[in-house]
Structure formats: structure tokens, C-alpha cells
């Protein structure tokens, strides 16, 4: 009889441990707005925020970090400008084209 291998232990995927540079940054906003989906756009703000450091952000963006961390917690319902603010911390420019 064989012994039983031990579980795996799975870490927990965390996208902001990929996003290391602004491509990567850009292909993953752009992925996530072509979802259309507002709730998985803050999360992906608060990826790209916490991959950047989430204080640093928060300052550049002229919120608190209670405030920032509130802005993007599933089921917010964030100010366009406090969307726009935290875009432009994060170096991310929302472009439109014809659909």
C-alpha cells in the first residue's frame, strides 16, 4: 500500500502580482473594459493600484487611502471623476473607438 500524498497548497491567484509594467497594465484595462462590466472594472483598478502600491496611488490621486480602498471595494458605486482621478494615478488613459 502507498502513502497518501499530502494536499497541494494553492496560493490564491492575485493579478497585481503580474502587473509589473505599463504594458501588462494597459493589456489588462483593455481586456477588462472590452468585458463591459463596472464591477470587474474596479477591481481591476484596485489590482493595478495595489500592484503599484496602494498609498502611493491614493495620494497621486488626492484620496485618502481609506477612501481609495473604499472607491474600489466590490460593490462601490464610485464618482466618474473618483474613477477618472484613480485612472490617472495609475498612468491609465480610458480611450473610445467606434464599436
Not at 493589456?27 to 463596472?38: G, H, I, R, S
Amino acid at each position: 500500500m502507498s502513502k497518501a500524498k499530502p494536499p497541494v497548497k494553492l496560493v490564491a491567484f492575485d493579478a497585481a502580482r503580474y502587473l509589473d509594467d505599463d504594458e501588462a497594465i494597459a493589456e489588462y484595462m483593455t481586456a477588462v473594459l472590452e468585458a463591459n462590466d463596472p464591477d470587474l472594472l474596479l477591481l481591476a483598478l484596485g489590482d493595478v493600484a495595489r500592484a503599484k502600491g496602494m498609498a502611493q496611488v491614493a495620494k497621486d490621486a488626492g484620496l485618502g487611502r481609506e477612501s481609495l480602498y473604499k472607491a474600489l471595494a466590490p460593490g462601490a458605486k464610485p464618482r466618474f471623476d473618483t474613477v477618472m482621478k484613480v485612472a490617472r494615478a495609475l498612468g491609465v488613459k480610458f480611450t473610445a473607438h467606434p464599436a
